[in-house]
């Protein structure tokens, strides 16, 4: 049994880890920027996309929180935006909308240089290596959710789903690819909301502000640098075994499921790699990650096709759950840092415990 002390240090270790493995203050505030720029170009006056208002906004670990720093430096950050267009698919076809989003970007000088070869599904803007990071952009428009609210996904989640595009399945336009980022998102936060809310009122008592001045992006629960932590052990895990690595959906979506509310950082992260596990199920011999937000999709759909993968993904839980219990039996803060280091690497590890070195400073002073 940990004793609470050493539990409540390490718990900090870890938080420090967390953050820094977090998007800095600057760079997110600089990829929220040129991600409304391009939005207000879409949509400006005379642009051909005007009249179907294009709204445009961040899905995937931006939009929840857990974006991960880059192992490498090079690396440059994945920033997943979606162009949603408001247009019936009966007016419409894929290849038409895609083509209509890229005809605009291409419009404007500054993006038309930036654009990489078209992609399956998204438009790729490329910013200048100090940015260090890149917008894929996913033309989108309403998919009719009702079908969705008949298999008992909430109408809050349901309203948002919506019809994407995708070039290996433009020859079936009636049949459009379907998604639903910004359902998914809010089922994300219900599952964290107690602690979200908790936390959201302390920051706000810190800076002296209202609960309504603190922003969302500024309250990261321990599901969410839970999260965080897990995709950086995962990265380093799979450094030479990228097409092997688990994916960061079914990452996120498991660990949302297995979390209790935890408010101590280790408690959660050590009871949510013990509980994923249990909640991947089985139809038919087949196993299932179910979309929280449309139970007919299975986030694990290539295990069946790559049974490797379930393999690679279970030996990574029990490794990340022996990495983190034998760091914290550790004694003194380089002996943890140095385990740490070889699971979340070096760069990473380093800068949580100058962070923790500094914090045990300021509290002695």
């Not at 990829?31 to 995937?60: C, M, R, T």
């Not at 038409?96 to 038309?112: D, F, I, P, Q, S």
């Not at 990261?220 to 075994?241: A, C, E, N, Y």
């Not at 760091?327 to 803060?333: I, R």
Request: charged share 30%; hydrophobic share 40%.
């Amino acid at each position: 049994m940990l004793d609470m002390e050493k539990k409540h240090q390490f718990s900090r270790m870890l938080l420090y880890l967390a953050e820094a493995l977090d998007i800095s203050e600057s760079r997110y505030q600089e990829a929220v920027e040129k991600y409304k720029a391009v939005g207000k170009w879409l949509g400006k006056e005379d642009s051909p996309l005007a009249p179907f208002n294009p709204d445009i906004h961040p899905q995937g670990s931006f939009a929840l929180g857990t974006v991960v720093k880059p192992v490498f430096r090079e690396d440059e950050y994945d920033i997943d935006l979606v162009c949603r267009l408001s247009v019936s698919k009966n007016l419409i076809t894929q290849q038409h909308l895609k083509k209509m989003v890229g005809y605009r970007l291409k419009e404007n000088r500054t993006y038309a240089g930036m654009l990489e070869v078209e992609g399956r599904k998204c438009w790729t803007l490329h910013y200048a290596d100090g940015a260090k990071f890149h917008l894929d952009i996913l033309p989108a428009i309403p998919d009719d959710f009702k079908w969705l609210v008949r298999l008992g996904v909430p109408y809050e989640f349901a309203m948002h789903a919506m019809c994407i595009t995708d070039k290996e399945k433009w020859h079936l336009d009636k049949d459009w690819p379907r998604s639903n980022p910004k359902g998914y998102a809010q089922w994300f936060r219900q599952r964290m909301i107690t602690v979200f809310k908790s936390q959201r009122r302390f920051l706000a008592d810190q800076l002296g502000a209202s609960i309504e001045d603190v922003p969302d992006y500024k309250v990261k629960t321990p599901l969410q640098r839970t999260i965080q932590i897990l995709k950086r052990h995962r990265d380093v895990m799979f450094t030479d075994d990228p097409d092997g690595r688990p994916i960061s959906i079914i990452i996120t979506t498991l660990a949302a499921q297995a979390y209790n509310n935890e408010t101590n950082l280790y408690d959660a992260l050590m009871s949510i790699v013990t509980g994923m596990p249990k909640l991947i199920r089985s139809h038919n011999g087949i196993l299932f990650v179910s979309n929280p937000v449309n139970p007919q999709e299975n986030f694990a759909d290539k295990w069946r096709e790559h049974p490797d993968r379930a393999n690679k993904f279970q030996k990574w839980l029990i490794q990340a759950e022996k990495d983190i219990s034998s760091a914290v039996e550790y004694q003194g803060t380089e002996k943890i840092a140095d385990r740490l280091k070889l699971a979340f690497g070096e760069r990473a590890v380093n800068e949580a415990t100058f962070a923790y070195g500094q914090k045990i400073i300021k509290t002695a002073d």
